[in-house]
Nanobody, 124 residues
């Protein structure tokens, strides 16, 4: 049974930082592209960042480029999202997801497994 468990969310002030973690189990982690998505109240879930199996290919949404960094540790079956210079518009539930394809994709439908999400709230 595949499980993706996010952690690290919370309340932070504008300009602050948070690091999200997603621990995976029940799958061969190094075989999966890993992605982060977010969903704000009343909005559709959107792509944030993704990373390939080895960590040398990453993709970011334009809205987070230069502020967020995605990374992974295959020995720990964990993917991270370092979020810096946070803004109120970054407030959302953040989800990690796993994709068994070799292509680093931004589209939701390409991902096979999803976590339950962790809330990030940025106060102004």
């Amino acid at each position: 049974q595949v499980q993706l468990l996010e952690s690290g969310g919370g309340l932070v002030q504008t300009g602050g930082s948070l690091r999200l973690s997603c621990a995976a189990s029940g799958l061969t982690f190094s075989n999966y592209v890993m992605g982060w998505f977010r969903q704000a109240p009343g909005k559709e879930r959107e792509f944030v960042a993704a990373i390939n199996w080895s960590g040398d290919i990453t993709r970011y949404a334009d809205s987070v480029k230069g502020r967020f960094i995605i990374s992974r540790d295959n020995a720990k079956n964990t993917v991270y999202l370092q979020m810096n210079s946070l803004k109120p518009e970054d407030t959302a539930v953040y989800y990690c997801a796993a994709d068994s394809s070799v292509v680093v994709t931004r589209t939701l439908v390409g991902y096979d497994f999803w976590g339950q999400g962790t809330q990030v709230t940025v106060s102004s």
